[in-house]
């Protein structure tokens, strides 16, 4: 009862609902509980056993004072300063993430056009051509789906299991690595190129197709230039990801920043740990700006 | 320009359409320094080339990933040729020995991880949020040292690759589902945090300048006004969070949390790749469903707006 009068109420102002949030809001209240017991009863030893306090207490203690040098005693002729190191980590890391992004962007806008089916507009008016309208009952429907199972396969299994899946398959090589990162994000690109097309207004694309315009037409002229914007801010945001994930597969043996955070942090350099942490995060801050400042060009109708 | 030049070859100047809207483009220099700037990302790495790469497909490489297609039959089935009901056992034994539990532990972390990143975000939006636009001019120094502190959390937060937060928090803790949960949490808190921020920032003010009309504290505005107008937004971007929760809290199973990750971790070692790939097609299944219980409350979610 009092749902209805919430209901009522939401009419009014149009805003949110009390009745599905209060069911989803119950609903993860019980899962919550339900996990907790849950990982209490297969978990025991996360009681008893304490780790040591001391090394977080220090470890992040170090966020404050990074190393400039390098911590150890022992540092082979020729090595290059910490920092020039920190920064050629960097420029591994950006080259793992944009040769990634060179096959994931390609891949994801070609199944991603072929999962929309705003691209498969044709016209059905079926004008005495059974066969063809036959056709286009079936073909566009298998095929977008086809394509979204396809992408939906490739994205959920994470960019570190495919990694590990590559890995055992080619050996340590760096093209596994960029493979390991671009099969799932060409899943993930896909997936949201085709909503975004998908949800792009058709009104201009069916003027268009009432003047007589093709499939081909109608949809580089119709709804490609309305959806385009979202589409770029997208990949940038896609592009700050892999970095992220280029940074993690150094943790596997690549010459990317995780490699070094891991290895500082296993000879207890926490100093050099802090110091390759903030190269990362400068880089991804820089590459949020970036694509912060892109979109809202963009957005002032400003073009390239 | 063009003009001039059409006036003084002492053509008439007829524009079409299609000239007049190219004439009125507004081109922008920052766009284009920054379309280059990302095609040479996409490309440079292709052309400086990978260091460790001569030749790729040696022959070496060629007999690997025969022998890696090989190793992916179930072990029973190799023998035999196909047999439903042996890889039925197999698959339900691996299933009791090791998968179920996994799964289970898997799914429990991430939806402690997603509450209490949630918790932290909204507390983060609640105390670092800038008040109403009208008295933006007008903060006092405390607040806007609050609210600077709360978002630069945020910021190092999220920068940081729950992989990262896993790896060192599990040395501090020890591997206990803990480790994982903090981490998860921490990343997420940041994503979740910027995210309620923007939405409690981007809020209409009306409803919130009748309240303040009626007589409200700014605390009594955040609680009656800006929290429960974003709620339908927030949990939107939860269960959004909570997908990718999932996915993470698999694969921090390869740094020794018992979820799916550590098994797969363990079938690699010992190179049982069938084993190995049964596991990945759990978590992947997993995500799937994941995905499909959080794209239907999403759905729920914008309906009811």
């Avoid at chain 1, 992040?60 to 920092?83: C, M, N, V, W």
């Avoid at chain 1, 891949?107 to 044709?122: K, T």
Wanted: hydrophobic share 50%; with cysteine; aromatic share 14%.
């Amino acid at each position: 009862m009092g749902e209805c009068v919430g209901k009522k109420l939401e009419g009014a102002q149009g805003i949110y609902s009390l009745g599905s949030m209060r069911g989803i809001l119950l609903l993860l209240l019980a899962a919550l509980l339900f996990s907790l017991f849950e990982l209490n009863q297969l978990l025991p030893e996360a009681k008893s056993r304490g780790g040591s306090y001391s090394i977080a207490i220090e470890f992040f203690g170090r966020a404050f004072s990074p190393a400039f040098s390098y911590q150890g005693q022992d540092i082979p002729e020729g090595t290059a300063p910490l920092l020039l190191k920190a920064f050629y980590a960097c420029i591994e890391t950006l080259k793992f993430a944009g040769a990634a992004m060179s096959l994931a962007i390609p891949f994801g806008l070609l199944l991603g056009f072929l999962s929309s089916s705003s691209w498969w507009i044709s016209d059905q008016s079926g004008s005495g051509n059974k066969k063809r309208h036959l056709f286009f009952r079936i073909v566009p429907p298998a095929c977008y789906s086809s394509a979204r199972l396809l992408a939906a396969f490739l994205r959920s299994i994470h960019e570190l299991l495919w990694a590990v899946m590559l890995l055992a398959m080619f050996g340590l090589s760096e093209f596994a690595a960029v493979l390991a990162i671009a099969l799932p994000y060409s899943g993930t690109l896909a997936k949201i190129y085709s909503e975004i097309i998908d949800e792009t207004p058709r009104n201009v694309a069916f003027s268009l197709q009432g003047t007589g315009a093709g499939s081909l037409q109608v949809f580089t002229f119709g709804i490609l230039p309305l959806a385009i914007n979202d589409m770029i801010s997208y990949t940038l945001y896609r592009f700050e990801c892999a970095i992220r994930s280029s940074a993690i597969l150094g943790f596997f043996g690549f010459p990317t920043l995780g490699y070094y955070i891991a290895a500082s942090f296993e000879n207890l350099y926490y100093g050099e740990v802090w110091s390759y942490l903030y190269a990362l995060l400068v880089l991804i801050i820089a590459s949020d700006f970036w694509s912060r400042k892109v979109r809202s060009r963009l957005d002032a109708g400003a073009y390239v | 320009m063009s003009d001039e030049q059409h006036s003084s070859g002492g053509q008439q100047s007829f524009e079409t359409p299609l000239e007049q809207l190219l004439r009125e483009k507004q081109r922008d220099l920052f766009l284009s320094f920054s379309a280059v700037s990302f095609v040479l990302l996409l490309l440079l790495p292709w052309l400086l080339g990978f260091s460790s790469e001569s030749a790729f497909f040696t022959e070496q490489r060629l007999s690997n990933i025969q022998r890696f297609f090989r190793e992916l039959t179930p072990y029973p089935l190799r023998e035999q040729g196909f047999d439903f009901h042996l890889l039925c056992t197999w698959v339900a034994e691996l299933w009791s020995e090791k998968g179920g539990e996994a799964l289970r532990i898997t799914l429990a972390i991430s939806i402690v991880a997603i509450s209490l990143a949630g918790l932290l975000g909204l507390l983060a939006a609640v105390f670092g949020a800038r008040p109403l636009r009208r008295h933006r001019d007008s903060q006092s120094r405390t607040q806007k040292l609050v609210s600077y502190i709360i978002h630069t959390v945020c910021i190092i937060g999220r920068a940081i690759p729950e992989y990262v937060w896993a790896f060192m928090l599990l040395t501090v803790f020890g591997p206990t589902a803990l480790a994982g949960i903090l981490a998860l949490a921490v990343h997420n808190a940041g994503i979740l945090g910027r995210l309620y921020l923007e939405t409690i920032e981007n809020l209409p003010d009306k409803p919130l300048v009748g309240l303040e009309n009626l007589g409200a504290r700014r605390s009594q505005i955040m609680l009656w006004g800006q929290v429960p107008l974003s709620m339908s937004r927030f949990l939107l971007y939860f269960l959004y969070r909570w997908e990718t929760c999932v996915r993470e809290s698999t694969v921090l199973g390869l740094l020794g949390l018992l979820s799916l990750g550590y098994w797969i971790q363990d079938a690699r070692a010992r190179t049982f790749y069938d084993e190995m790939f049964f596991f990945i097609l759990l978590s992947s299944l997993l995500v799937i469903l994941g995905d499909f219980l959080s794209a239907y409350l999403r759905e729920r979610l914008r309906n009811s707006d």
